[in-house]
């Protein structure tokens, strides 16, 4: 298993700005998820972040508006830039840590964000 | 695109009763999981079941799948209220590229 820790958990964003989602993991993981939940929606993945290589967008997920780092095998960021209110999502961060099988995912407690 | 399609987006019952919740994807898997969120928060994964199997059991929940019609169900057995949340399938594609993939999730109010 794996514990996650996400910041912030919610905050309130005015339109145009950036704001940075830091994810920590308390193991060495390989694969790490980004996923973005719209408001009473389903889960949409962003991008995967593998640590030493560059991260792989989703359709539809521009690396200019979602910027990843991933400089361990424990943390990353997000970042959502240039905000609008459409971005008021929960955004998740989830790790396989390929104990069981392909895809067993666990989760942050996720980051609210509100868009005005 | 989401994978999975689930039947019925929201579901009520009394607590004791059992709850069924089913899924349909669309292209073959390597495996298929149940998730729980709770009230918009980290979702938790409940139990994998991969495509050569086709019923696996973890506690109160019992999932079947059968590959041949793309579907999968997920029953909760002797509800409780503490169940009440959102419930959704995930699938994993067979070969290549390990994503995972939602979908569109259903909303289980178990009423005390």
């Known amino acids: 298993s794996a514990v996650i820790s996400q910041k912030p958990s919610r905050d309130i964003c005015q339109r145009g700005t950036s704001l940075t989602i830091q994810c920590q993991v308390d193991s060495q993981v390989t694969m790490m998820f980004w996923y973005r939940q719209q408001p009473g929606q389903s889960l949409t993945l962003i991008a995967t972040?593998?640590?030493?290589?560059?991260?792989?967008?989703e359709s539809g997920f521009v690396i200019d508006k979602f910027p990843i780092s991933r400089p361990n095998l424990t943390f990353s960021t997000l970042t959502v830039s240039n905000m609008s209110p459409e971005d008021s999502s929960i955004y998740l961060c989830?790790?396989?840590?390929?104990?069981?099988?392909?895809?067993?995912?666990?989760f942050g407690e996720g980051s609210r964000l509100t868009v005005l | 695109s989401q994978q999975g399609e689930e039947d019925p987006q929201a579901l009520s019952i009394q607590e004791g009763e059992n709850a069924t919740m089913n899924c349909s994807y669309k292209t073959s898997i390597n495996n298929l999981q149940w998730y729980r969120q709770n009230s918009g928060r980290g979702l938790v994964h409940l139990i994998l079941?991969?495509?050569?199997?086709r019923e696996k059991h973890s506690g109160r929940l019992r999932v079947t799948l059968d590959t041949s019609k793309k579907s999968s169900s997920l029953l909760i057995t002797a509800s409780r209220a503490a169940d009440t949340a959102s419930y959704f399938c995930a699938t994993v594609r067979a070969g290549g590229y390990q994503k995972v993939t939602f979908g569109t999730g259903t909303k289980l109010q178990v009423i005390p």
């Open positions: 079941i991969r495509s050569n199997e």
């Open positions: 972040a593998n640590q030493g290589s560059e991260a792989t967008y």
């Open positions: 989830s790790v396989d840590t390929g104990t069981r099988g392909p895809g067993e995912l666990f």
